[in-house]
């Protein structure tokens, strides 16, 4: 399930910035200097970081609600009983 939606989340970033891959930020203006040009890839950097997060938290709440009570349970216990072992072994 975690390949999966990882998966999608890398599909999506790829659908997207192969929309904007043709053109530039704004078409028929181009920056005029290398700050403004910088300044519009951060922007659009930013931008596609945050439609992948969006994405990231959509898929991992859609995960817990398809899970049962008993196993919400058991991965809480699995994951608390593997930060007390990897405590364990840095000592």
Not at 18 to 47: D, H, R
């Amino acid at each position: 399930m975690k390949i999966k939606t990882l998966f999608n989340v890398l599909l999506l970033l790829g659908a997207l910035s192969s929309m904007n891959a043709c053109g530039s930020t704004s078409p028929g203006k181009l920056p005029a200097t290398e700050a403004e040009a910088q300044e519009q890839l951060a922007k659009k950097a930013k931008k596609q970081a945050k439609a992948g997060k969006k994405e990231q938290k959509k898929a991992y709440k859609q995960f817990w609600s398809q899970q049962s009570k008993s196993a919400k349970k058991s991965i809480k216990r699995n994951r608390r009983a593997n930060k007390r072992l990897a405590r364990s072994q840095k000592r």
